[in-house]
């Protein structure tokens, strides 16, 4: 049988090494994947991805789906017109069933223990909840074991420098399992709110525009600029550019798996006056003359 749609649905064709499966598979788990696409039709697409994978990252069903057109999941396909004879000389799969068994690890007994069902729980933080963590209760609903509604309270701890879309998993939080198997999880997904102070993230590195006048740009100073760890000084250089970019070390966020905090670049903008009084007009007039008599002089000296 010439099956190729599950090598169809992940993009490939039926002489793709195991390692492009794989790259394949994770690339469009993630660009389908419900959490970071919400397009109609990303869910079923990523679930479409997911049965592909199964079948075709495991070598031996990969095998069985390349000879027959089908998995150890969809054993029936194989009756087909009229039964198939097996070994034993009997309808049905006969001695089949000891090559799919050892294939595929047995029939799937329908009162086996199975895990639960995850859960997924939408938090939405701050922009200083996300860089400085919190501890929070939640509160939720979830099955139990005899099949009722359970409403669940659990105190989460918000990790310190969690970004936008990022999850956690809590192990055993989700529905009740069955036939005594265990709880699923619960996958806590992150939302983080747009800073109030004009800060913007990326990663542990935080930005924030500053404005100064033009007399601090030409001649330099100390202005306090906002970081999330407080107000702090900055120093600006004499002669800095619009759009100059300072570097504030570890005033950022911190790193996600330990080892400090990210920096703060503060981008400059220079505000123009746009209405002087006739003594600021005054005082910019003879200092434009005097520049302008410094590059005369530098003109004349070079010449």
């Keep these: 049988m010439n099956n190729t749609e599950l090598y169809n649905t992940l993009g490939l064709d039926k002489n793709a090494t195991q390692d492009e499966i794989k790259k394949a598979y994770r690339k469009l788990s993630k660009k389908y994947h419900p959490d970071l696409n919400h397009e109609p039709g990303a869910e079923d697409k990523y679930k479409e991805v997911q049965d592909a994978y199964e079948t075709l990252g495991d070598e031996q069903k990969r095998a069985m789906y390349d000879q027959y057109g089908a998995t150890g999941d969809q054993q029936g396909g194989f009756n087909g017109q009229g039964g198939f004879s097996g070994f034993n000389g009997q309808s049905g799969f ?25 859960l997924q729980y939408r938090m939405t933080l701050t922009f200083e909840e996300a860089v400085f963590g919190k501890e929070t209760t939640i ?35 989700g529905e009740a399992g069955l036939n005594g198997g265990p709880f699923g999880d619960l996958y806590v997904v992150f939302r983080v709110a747009a800073s109030k102070d004009g800060f913007e993230r990326d990663g542990a590195d935080i930005y924030l525009e ?34 100059t970019r ?56 070079f010449s």
Excluded: C, W
């Excluded at 029939?107 to 069902?117: E, H, L, T, V």
């Excluded at 509160?139 to 969690?162: F, H, I, M, N, Q």
């Excluded at 570097?247 to 798996?257: I, K």
């Design 94 to 118: 006969g001695g089949f069933e000891d090559i799919f068994s050892q294939m595929f690890g047995g029939y799937a007994d329908p009162n086996r223990p199975r895990k639960g069902q995850d």
């Design 246 to 301: 300072i570097r504030m070390r570890g005033m950022g966020a911190p790193y996600m798996r330990g080892g400090g905090n990210g920096d703060q670049f503060v981008v400059v903008t220079v505000d123009v006056p746009k209405k002087l009084t006739k003594k600021q007009q005054e005082a910019l007039k003879d200092f434009q003359n005097a520049m302008n008599g410094a590059e005369s002089h530098k003109k004349g000296f």
């Design 139 to 173: 509160s939720y609903t979830r099955t139990t074991a005899d099949g009722k509604s359970e409403s669940k309270e659990l105190k989460v701890t918000v990790p310190a420098g969690v970004e936008n879309g990022q999850q956690m998993r809590l192990s055993g939080q």
């Design 210 to 243: 500053q404005h100064i006048d033009f007399a601090t740009a030409t001649l330099g100073g100390e202005v306090m600029v906002k970081t999330v760890h407080g107000d702090k000084k900055l120093k600006i250089a004499a002669g800095t550019q619009n759009s």
